[in-house]
């Protein structure tokens, strides 16, 4: 069975059904989702719903991501600030205006059973945001930064490529997996809207939430498939930009 990783979605649902019906999966496939499924788009409800119906067709691995645990927040205890809401939380707020209790409690249950983190058989990591331990993510002293550290984007992102894997300069934590895929950091940040490998870190987050796509890469050959450019799928809304 075919494995596929997907990268931030960001309420950006008709986007998602979009990559989703590019992409040639079947019955039986692997499908990791690295988190922030919502907050900028308005139909962060919608995704709930989908990827909750989605785990009955397809094996899903749902990563936590910074906004859903933000969201988590909101949804449970009305907790809400003025960062999130200028990051995208206004539009989620808007959307769950008239979403039932029942739908609520549905999607308190799916945020609160994220996982941190997916580590496959190959030494293959999942994580949303990055991690900081040099023993890697299960020695993480504080595991939120699974979901809010850039950090190891950053390194991988300048670190100079005559470094050989061997040397003893080169970054302990990226010897720890054979390959570490996440989003949480924007690639339209760089002027980037397809997936960037450094050293051994694949960047999925293609900048759906802004005027990128969303992005599902096969984790074999990879492959990968995207949505048409958000904003073109909302032509009345802003997302995040």
Known sequence: MAIYVIGDIHGAYRGLLQ?????????????????????????????????????KQYNCVYIKGNHDELLLD???????????YNSGGKSTIEAYQNVSAEI??????????????????????????????LKGVEYEYYPRLLYWDRTLWEMALCLDSNINFESTY?????????????????????????????????????????????????????????????YNLYLNEKGRN
């Open 74 to 84: 909101w949804l449970k205890y009305q907790k809400e600030n003025l960062l999130w």
């Open 19 to 55: 990559v989703i019906g590019l992409t040639p999966l079947e019955s039986g496939d692997t499908i990791i989702f690295l988190g922030d499924y919502v907050d900028g788009w308005s139909e962060s409800p919608q995704v709930l719903d989908f990827l909750i119906e989605l785990n």
């Open 170 to 230: 080169f970054p302990k934590r990226l010897k720890i997996y054979e390959e570490i895929f996440i989003g949480h950091t924007p690639l339209t940040d760089i002027g980037v809207t397809t997936p960037l490998k450094k050293a051994n870190v694949w960047n999925l987050d293609t900048g759906a939430a802004f005027n990128g796509r969303i992005t599902i890469l096969n984790i074999e050959n990879k492959e990968f498939w995207q949505s048409d450019p958000i």
């Open 104 to 133: 609520r409690d549905k999607h308190i249950h799916f945020l609160s059973n994220l996982k941190d983190y997916y580590l496959d058989n190959k030494k293959r990591l999942f994580v949303h945001a990055g991690f900081t331990s």
